[in-house]
């Protein structure tokens, strides 16, 4: 079966970096392009990144453009974003996704059926 397990969120200061990892199993990685969702404090979904299946194409939401990252390493199954000049509005639960896959991903977070996501905080 699918599955991605979200790693490397924290506490940062304003200003500071952490770099999420997404393990994935179960597919053949290498042939999905993949995204990288998040659900901040009361407010709802917002698509963060994505990427295509060999890392050549990347798409980054206005709010996070110039200072987020995504990248991947196909060998190690594995999705990474690289988050530098962080800002508390970035104080977040990140999921990483299929895209294909990303409005039923969606529907599960905000359901509260998708238990897994690794916790951002920015905070001085």
């Known amino acids: 079966e699918v599955q991605l397990v979200e790693s490397g969120g924290g506490l940062v200061q304003p200003g500071g970096s952490l770099r999420l990892s997404c393990a994935a199993s179960?597919?053949?990685?290498?042939?999905?392009?993949m995204s990288w969702v998040r659900q901040a404090p009361g407010k709802g979904l917002e698509r963060v990144s994505t990427?295509?299946?060999?890392?050549?194409?990347?798409y980054y939401a206005d709010s996070v453009k110039g200072r987020f990252t995504i990248s991947r390493d196909n060998a190690k199954n594995t999705l990474y974003l690289q988050m530098n000049s962080l800002k508390p509005e970035d104080t977040a639960k990140y999921y990483c996704?299929?895209?294909?896959?990303?409005?039923?991903?969606?529907?599960?977070?905000?359901?509260?059926?998708w238990g897994q996501g690794t916790q951002v905080t920015v905070s001085s």
């Open positions: 996704t299929r895209t294909s896959d990303i409005i039923a991903t969606m529907k599960r977070i905000e359901s509260g059926s």
């Open positions: 179960g597919f053949t990685f290498s042939s999905y392009a």
């Open positions: 990427i295509n299946s060999d890392g050549g194409i990347t």
